[in-house]
């Protein structure tokens, strides 16, 4: 599909595109191999996706690795799957 205006990057455009409008939100992050992560986007370059959390660490994500990404909505909730007997 062609945006008018847009410049392909590569395969990982549309998520490279997404994560950038989102600079300064917290969100959740799916990765490949079900990892999540929660953070702040600091900057997203090429192909990295900066996360910094709570305590001010800063997390590096291979944009090309995550699977899904959503604005965190609760402090308690985090990605992933809830498993009920």
Known sequence: MSVPGAV???PNFPMKE???RMVGREVDVVCTGTSSLRGKIVE???HVLQLKDEEENVC???VDKIVAVWEKRDKNRHPGFVFKN
Do not use: F, K, P, Q
Request: charge should be negative; avoid cysteine.
């Open 8 to 10: 392909a990057t590569g």
């Open 18 to 20: 997404l994560l950038s």
């Open 44 to 46: 997203v370059d090429e």
């Open 60 to 62: 590096y994500i291979a």
